[in-house]
């Protein structure tokens, strides 16, 4: 699987890190934050919001990749059929972004920066 974070710069604003269906994946996190989505209800919006339709456990990866990176949450719960996974963010869009420069700048800083 390809990561979650692949720094383009040939590309324009989130598109320097993301797919489209990987933007909308996690701008429905962002549109609340804190709030907690299940998998599917993430897909719903996420195909509602492209042409072209992403397979859920692609989208459950994607959100499975950016917790493990920290970069989103989650939490575990019971529900009907047994565990459930919760996934929701601490940031909003503008605050990831800023994160995510300040990210980039550091490990520029600290790869260019290290003795060879």
């Given at each position: 699987m390809q990561s979650a974070l692949k720094f383009d710069p040939e590309k324009k604003g989130l598109r320097t890190l993301f797919r489209e269906?990987?933007?909308?994946?996690?701008r429905c996190l962002w549109a609340k934050p804190m709030k907690k989505f299940?998998?599917?209800?993430i897909w719903d919006k996420v195909c509602d919001n492209l042409d072209k339709r992403v397979s859920r456990a692609t989208v459950y990866h994607f959100l499975d990749e950016l917790a493990e990176k920290e970069i989103i949450s989650f939490d575990t719960g019971t529900g009907r059929g047994g565990l459930r996974i919760l996934f929701y963010s601490q940031y909003s869009e503008d605050e990831f972004k800023e994160l995510m420069a300040?990210?980039?700048?550091?490990?520029?800083?600290?790869?260019?920066?290290s003795p060879t």
């Amino acid at each position: 699987m390809q990561s979650a974070l692949k720094f383009d710069p040939e590309k324009k604003g989130l598109r320097t890190l993301f797919r489209e269906w990987q933007i909308q994946t996690i701008r429905c996190l962002w549109a609340k934050p804190m709030k907690k989505f299940t998998t599917k209800q993430i897909w719903d919006k996420v195909c509602d919001n492209l042409d072209k339709r992403v397979s859920r456990a692609t989208v459950y990866h994607f959100l499975d990749e950016l917790a493990e990176k920290e970069i989103i949450s989650f939490d575990t719960g019971t529900g009907r059929g047994g565990l459930r996974i919760l996934f929701y963010s601490q940031y909003s869009e503008d605050e990831f972004k800023e994160l995510m420069a300040r990210n980039l700048i550091d490990s520029v800083k600290d790869n260019l920066l290290s003795p060879t």
